[in-house]
Each structure stands twice: as structure tokens, then as C-alpha cells.
């Protein structure tokens, strides 16, 4: 192996792969949007819908908010990954996915226009692969401050 890798373990590889599966259900998030955008009729630079002008604002700012929320954990997430991952990449690779999936079922609960409905199911579960990244990077750091 050459590029400065070396010293990674090859499970690494792993990591960067859950990181783009997770760029992908972005993308799937975003779509979501810009269809709701369009069915219920809330124009570009809109970022929220206003109740008193769209009967729909609700679900709309909803399915907004689902991907919005999304988005401010994403740089939490890829850092949790990518620091962690180094010491524990399977372990990572295995709470990154359990996040991906949790953050799907977040989505799709938040998108009924039922805010509570996004810690239905499987969407509670979120904060429980964050914290378990949080602790995989807080041993990678130990392990370099005792080595």
C-alpha cells in the first residue's frame, strides 16, 4: 500500500464506504424535499413554509425539518467516523450503519407531519450510535495519549 495509508488497518476500508452510504440517503432526503416543494407549492429560497400562508406548512417544514436536522449531525457523524474508525473500524462501520438506518426511519417518521412520529421505531436509536462512535473515538484518543 502506498499514499500514506499505511499505518491504517485494511478494515478501514470500510469506513469511508459507510460515509458514502450515508451521502447517498442524503441524497434520497433531499429528493424528498424537492418533491414536497413542488406538491405542496413552497418555492425556492423558502426554507420553511409559513402557516398562514400554505394549509400544507406543516408537512412541508416536516419533511424539511427531517433533512435539515439530518444535515446539522452529518459533520458529527463523519468525524466520529473517520477518528474512530481508526482504532475500531468494524465497530465504527457496524454504528455507522445502525446511524444510517435509524436516521432513514428518523426521516420517514418526521415526514408524516407528525413530529413525534420521528423517534417512533427504529428512529430513537440514533443517539445510541452516536455515543457508541463518541466512544470509540474517545479510545482511539486515550490509546494514542498512552502509547
Given at each position: 500500500?502506498?499514499?500514506g495509508?499505511?499505518f491504517l488497518?485494511?478494515e478501514?476500508?470500510?469506513?469511508?464506504?459507510?460515509?458514502?452510504?450515508?451521502?447517498?440517503l442524503?441524497f434520497?432526503?433531499?429528493?424528498?424535499?424537492?418533491?414536497?416543494?413542488?406538491?405542496?407549492?413552497?418555492?425556492?429560497?423558502?426554507?420553511?413554509?409559513?402557516?398562514?400562508?400554505n394549509k400544507?406548512a406543516?408537512?412541508?417544514?416536516?419533511?424539511q425539518?427531517?433533512?435539515?436536522?439530518?444535515?446539522?449531525?452529518?459533520?458529527l457523524?463523519?468525524?466520529?467516523?473517520?477518528?474512530?474508525?481508526?482504532?475500531h473500524?468494524?465497530?465504527?462501520?457496524?454504528?455507522?450503519?445502525?446511524?444510517?438506518?435509524?436516521?432513514?426511519?428518523?426521516?420517514?417518521?418526521?415526514?408524516?407531519?407528525?413530529?413525534?412520529?420521528?423517534?417512533?421505531?427504529l428512529?430513537?436509536?440514533?443517539?445510541?450510535?452516536?455515543?457508541?462512535?463518541v466512544?470509540?473515538?474517545?479510545?482511539?484518543g486515550?490509546?494514542?495519549?498512552?502509547s
Amino acid at each position: 500500500m502506498s499514499g500514506g495509508v499505511e499505518f491504517l488497518p485494511k478494515e478501514y476500508g470500510y469506513v469511508p464506504l459507510v460515509i458514502v452510504l450515508y451521502i447517498f440517503l442524503n441524497f434520497y432526503m433531499s429528493a424528498q424535499v424537492g418533491l414536497a416543494r413542488k406538491k405542496y407549492k413552497v418555492p425556492y429560497p423558502t426554507l420553511y413554509a409559513s402557516e398562514a400562508e400554505n394549509k400544507d406548512a406543516k408537512l412541508f417544514n416536516c419533511i424539511q425539518r427531517g433533512h435539515q436536522n439530518s444535515l446539522e449531525s452529518m459533520p458529527l457523524f463523519f468525524v466520529l467516523m473517520v477518528l474512530g474508525g481508526i482504532k475500531h473500524p468494524i465497530i465504527s462501520a457496524a454504528l455507522g450503519i445502525l446511524y444510517i438506518v435509524t436516521r432513514f426511519f428518523y426521516f420517514k417518521g418526521y415526514s408524516t407531519g407528525i413530529p413525534d412520529n420521528r423517534l417512533g421505531g427504529l428512529g430513537k436509536f440514533w443517539l445510541l450510535a452516536i455515543f457508541g462512535l463518541v466512544f470509540c473515538t474517545v479510545s482511539f484518543g486515550v490509546s494514542l495519549l498512552l502509547s
